[in-house]
């Protein structure tokens, strides 16, 4: 038995409403690839600039950051006497704690037991640096201390080159400064 197998010639098919069905099916497949290829090109965008932009806003926000710890050191810097009241210069330690360097262009409290005022030249804190600050100091004869911190106000400019204020609470009750102003008191002439 002999089969026969008929042969198409794919050449001689009519190109009427067929092939245009194919050809628009080949025209949305591109499009679709067209599609996917630009929608993970902007995913893959998307994602860098939003990595960059979280990274410049941690960056913006580190340079930003204020975070100091003073303390006292001696008083014993000279000073001067008058009935009632003392001037003593000392020294005031300043610790960045933040992440990013501070320039700490000056310091000053003013309450009714003491008055701060830092003088000298800006000084630059690295992270984790410290610094020791030049202040006058003024003291009230006898001298008497509020138990509180006294409110150090510290004029800074951050890594971001903004000038900031920073309030740093510095202990003074049986401090180096206080036992120094009562020392100057007792050899200041009485009132």
Same mark, same amino acid.
Request: neutral net charge; glycine residues 10%.
């Given at each position: 038995?002999?089969?026969?197998?008929?042969?198409?010639?794919?050449?001689?098919?009519?190109?009427?409403?067929?092939?245009?069905?194919a050809?628009?099916?080949?025209?949305?497949?591109?499009?679709?690839?067209?599609?996917a290829?630009?929608?993970?090109?902007?995913?893959?965008?998307?994602?860098?600039?939003?990595?960059?932009?979280?990274?410049?806003?941690?960056?913006?926000?580190?340079?930003?950051? %204020?975070?100091? =710890?003073? #303390?006292? $050191? !001696?008083a014993?810097?000279?000073?001067?006497?008058?009935?009632?009241? /003392?001037? @003593?210069?000392?020294?005031?330690?300043?610790?960045?704690?933040?992440?990013?360097?501070?320039?700490?262009?000056?310091?000053?409290?003013?309450?009714?037991?003491?008055?701060?005022?830092?003088?000298?030249?800006?000084?630059?804190?690295?992270?984790?640096?410290?610094?020791?600050?030049?202040?006058?100091?003024?003291?009230?004869?006898?001298?008497?201390?509020?138990?509180?911190? %006294?409110?150090? =106000?510290? #004029?800074? $400019? !951050?890594?971001?080159?903004?000038?900031?204020?920073?309030?740093?609470? /510095?202990? @003074?009750?049986?401090?180096?400064?206080?036992?120094?102003?009562?020392?100057?008191?007792?050899?200041?002439?009485?009132?």
């Amino acid at each position: 038995m002999v089969v026969e197998h008929d042969v198409i010639d794919l050449d001689a098919l009519p190109t009427g409403h067929d092939g245009r069905a194919a050809g628009r099916a080949r025209a949305r497949r591109r499009t679709a690839l067209r599609f996917a290829a630009v929608f993970t090109a902007g995913l893959v965008v998307g994602g860098v600039a939003v990595t960059v932009l979280r990274d410049q806003l941690d960056r913006q926000e580190r340079d930003a950051t %204020v975070r100091l =710890v003073a #303390s006292t $050191e !001696t008083a014993n810097l000279g000073g001067s006497g008058t009935a009632g009241h /003392v001037q @003593l210069n000392g020294m005031l330690v300043v610790l960045n704690h933040g992440p990013a360097p501070l320039t700490i262009r000056g310091a000053q409290a003013a309450r009714p037991d003491v008055t701060v005022r830092s003088y000298g030249q800006p000084q630059v804190v690295p992270p984790a640096g410290t610094v020791r600050i030049s202040v006058q100091l003024g003291f009230d004869c006898p001298v008497v201390i509020n138990p509180e911190p %006294v409110p150090i =106000v510290f #004029s800074v $400019e !951050t890594a971001d080159g903004q000038a900031r204020e920073h309030r740093h609470g /510095v202990p @003074l009750v049986g401090s180096v400064w206080t036992t120094d102003a009562m020392g100057m008191c007792a050899q200041s002439p009485p009132t």
